[in-house]
């Protein structure tokens, strides 16, 4: 198992993403499962400035999976978002969302970056933004209306 993985944000706060849930992830850029894109949401809580992923959701039935495109469409991930809200008595939420790119070194496309100004605009809470790729993952988070990349810290 690799380490976990703490990405830095320009303001100095810190993102943990546990191994487990990285190879969980992962687990969707290789064999048959890599022909088409994959993602789900991030749920956690904040830590003041910190954020910690302590879960996610893969692929449900309703979604869309096309060779160069994921829609989160299935309604399971709000329903697992609520529940744990629910069972964390509120310390846990939703926090983002992670989806697959068909490339080594992932970077946001124009539609990527258009859905994440949309889940901003609704909420004036911090989110992150995860791409996981073949060889690297790129991470990124709301700040000011925009998603900027954060930096892996090694």
């Known amino acids: 198992m690799q380490p976990d993985l703490i990405f830095a944000t320009q303001s100095g706060a810190f993102v943990l993403l546990p191994s487990p849930l990285a190879d969980i992830m992962r687990r969707f850029t290789v064999g048959d499962e890599a022909r088409t894109e994959a993602g789900g949401i991030l749920i956690g809580s904040h830590r003041g400035d910190h954020m910690e992923i302590t ?37 846990k939420s939703f926090l983002g969302e992670w989806h697959t790119h068909p490339e080594d070194y992932p970077t946001p496309s124009g539609i990527d970056r258009a859905t994440w100004e949309g889940i901003v605009a609704k909420s004036a809470d911090t989110r992150v933004f995860v791409i996981v790729g073949r060889n690297d993952i790129w991470a990124g988070m709301s700040a000011t209306g925009t998603v900027v990349r954060m930096s892996p810290v090694k």
């Open 55 to 91: 879960d996610c959701t893969t692929p449900l039935r309703r979604d869309v999976r096309k060779p160069y495109l994921f829609d989160r469409k299935d309604r399971g991930h709000h329903v697992a978002a609520i529940a744990a809200w629910t069972k964390s008595l509120g310390r």
